[in-house]
């Protein structure tokens, strides 16, 4: 996902807040969790933890693995995403 569709998905949630505020608190710990996985790679190479490495790959990608479970379960019928719209 580009930094536009992040932050698209996010002004979607926030104008959407009172009828989808479970939609929004997740997203938030999705962009949070992401965020640190981010912040930690450089952290991770500075003290040589290299177990940490693949954690940071999976917090980075967790954002596009979202979406995409979410367009996968809307598209099924199983679970309506309205906010899909965005991307």
Known sequence: MTLKQL???KRWMVMHSTRHP???AVWNVVLTIW??????????LLIQAWIALPLC???WMLPMAYTGGRRRLHRSGRLRCDWLTAL
């Not at 965020?35 to 991770?44: K, Q, S």
Request: aromatic fraction near 6%.
């Open 22 to 24: 479970v939609e929004l």
């Open 35 to 44: 965020m640190l996985g981010f912040m930690g790679v450089p952290g991770a």
């Open 7 to 9: 932050s698209q998905v």
């Open 57 to 59: 790959l999976v917090a």
